[in-house]
């Protein structure tokens, strides 16, 4: 479970305090599949990056299972995102210089973790990039990319995976594509899925819509 509590976020731009989120409450349970929506600027990246302890919240307070984020060390919240969440963005994140098994096994590699070859396997043909492991991210398409960055993301089996827009920069049907496979490794794992989209026909995946205007107008 990931709960927060009254969470306050603004920036300051000049002499101008910009308010994103007052008091705003979230909890999203083990396995949930939750998109987030909201038009461009209504604060959807910030949420997901303050969830995910990427960005910090003036005050309130994201507890996750018996874990108060909000009150962990650097160390504490880099070891959290390292062992128990998985991110996918727009723009794929691949590591130039390695091939795609290497990026995969990145976060393994990272943690100090045994690798679980059975479980690799699963993933790569899950994915349908068992043909590509030693091609580099400059030679494949979009979809494939994101694909592999969708395998990056599942390999320390994570408790959330965080998306941020990953149908982005696809085409409908590397979109569906790349859905697909995403629902169906999550609900294998029973990893909690929180996505930020734009694409509200993607609704039909998730068990839950949560729109960030009206949740603040609420
Ligand atoms: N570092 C920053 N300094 C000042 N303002 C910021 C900063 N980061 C974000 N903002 C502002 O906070 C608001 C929310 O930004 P955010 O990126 O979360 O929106 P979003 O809903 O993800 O938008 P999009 O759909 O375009 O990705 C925007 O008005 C943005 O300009
Ligand atoms: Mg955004």
């Given at each position: ?78 070891d959290l995102r390292l062992n128990n969440f998985g ?14 098994h290497d990026n995969i096994l990145l976060p393994i590699i990272a943690a100090g973790k045994e690798i679980d070859n059975n479980y690799i396997d699963e993933l790569i ?8 492991l ?17 395998a990056r993301a599942m390999v320390n089996k994570p408790n ?29 794992q029973?990893t ?27």
């Amino acid at each position: 479970m990931i709960n927060l509590i009254n969470i306050d976020k603004s920036y300051k731009v000049g002499n101008e305090k910009i308010t994103i989120f007052s008091q705003y409450n979230l909890m999203i349970k083990d396995g949930e599949k939750v998109l987030i929506s909201g038009p461009s600027g209504s604060g959807k990246s910030t949420l997901l990056n303050i969830m995910s302890t990427i960005d910090t919240c003036d005050s309130g307070d994201i507890i996750f299972g018996d874990i108060n984020i909000s009150k962990c060390s650097k160390k504490m919240t880099s070891d959290l995102r390292l062992n128990n969440f998985g991110f996918i963005f727009q723009s794929y994140h691949l590591i130039k210089t390695l091939n795609v098994h290497d990026n995969i096994l990145l976060p393994i590699i990272a943690a100090g973790k045994e690798i679980d070859n059975n479980y690799i396997d699963e993933l790569i043909n899950k994915l349908g990039i068992s043909e590509r492991l030693n091609h580099f991210p400059y030679q494949l398409s979009g979809g494939e990319q994101q694909r592999v960055a969708i395998a990056r993301a599942m390999v320390n089996k994570p408790n959330i995976i965080f998306a941020d827009e990953p149908t982005g920069n696809l085409d409908r049907n590397n979109s569906k594509y790349v859905m697909e496979a995403l629902i169906d490794l999550c609900e294998s794992q029973g990893t909690t899925l929180i996505m930020v989209t734009h694409d509200l026909s993607l609704s039909s995946y998730f068990d839950r819509v949560v729109s960030i205007d009206k949740e603040k107008e609420a």
